[in-house]
């Protein structure tokens, strides 16, 4: 069964509003979650680094305050794209791991589409 | 800087062996991973290597030489289903998972 569950899986707004995808984890407790971006025919981007109770670690060129995330508790992370426009249009996926190397989980993605 | 390799697109018969090659120069290696990932869903996990030699399991099977920084990926009886995007992802000294743009595997009848 699924180890990470992610939702919503596909999503339509408006540009300008703002879109919340959460993702729990359903196992284990998720000290890290992670947050790509896949745009078509591309590989994972690494957008940040969750870390329960502190903030988030972001990656060059990621605008904070553009995709907040917030990892409250051991079980659930939230990314929320705020002020969204076409160009943040895009697959999302979150991950997490039991441990150091080890696999990541994923969850089932989320399709973004800003019209 | 870090940097993971492998072909943009492979085709294969259904039936015959295809093999994925995968470069890697990273900052420490503390592992690598093989993923498949279908068009709009998330990727699945197939593989861990993280010492040198092949890892088999049923038709698939890794393979991974530290000291060339290259892995390969052995897909065997190809079935249509395997039709598919393979990923490469290499964990670097600080754990995070370096991730390869992936290949995409074409299968033909």
């Known amino acids: 069964g699924a180890v990470v569950s992610q939702h919503p899986s596909w999503v339509i707004c408006k540009s300008g509003t703002s879109v919340k995808i959460e993702c729990r984890s359903l196992d284990f407790q998720a000290t890290t979650m992670f947050w790509y971006r896949q745009f078509p025919k591309q590989s994972l981007m690494l957008m940040a680094t969750s870390n329960e109770g502190s903030k988030a670690t972001y990656e060059q060129g990621v605008e904070k305050d553009k995709f907040l995330i917030n990892h409250a508790s051991l079980t659930l992370s939230t990314l929320t794209v705020t002020s969204a426009h076409p160009e943040d249009s895009s697959f999302y996926i979150c991950?997490?791991?039991?441990?150091?190397?080890?696999?990541?989980?994923f969850g089932q993605g989320t399709r973004l589409t800003v019209v | 800087g870090q940097n993971i390799d492998q072909p943009t697109e492979m085709t294969a018969t259904e039936g015959a062996i295809v093999q994925i090659n995968c470069t890697y120069q990273?900052?420490?290696?503390?592992?690598l991973f093989w993923y498949q990932q279908h068009a709009g869903e998330a990727p699945t996990f197939l593989s861990y290597?993280?010492l040198d030699g092949l890892e088999e399991k049923g038709r698939f099977s890794s393979f991974l030489s530290r000291s060339k920084g290259y892995s390969y990926l052995l897909l065997k009886e190809l079935q249509m289903k395997d039709s598919a995007s393979y990923l490469c992802a290499v964990m670097d000294s600080n754990y995070q998972l370096i991730w390869g743009a992936g290949t995409k595997l074409i299968i033909k009848p």
């Open positions: 991950s997490t791991t039991r441990g150091l190397n080890t696999e990541a989980f």
């Open positions: 290597n993280v």
């Open positions: 990273t900052s420490g290696f503390n592992g």
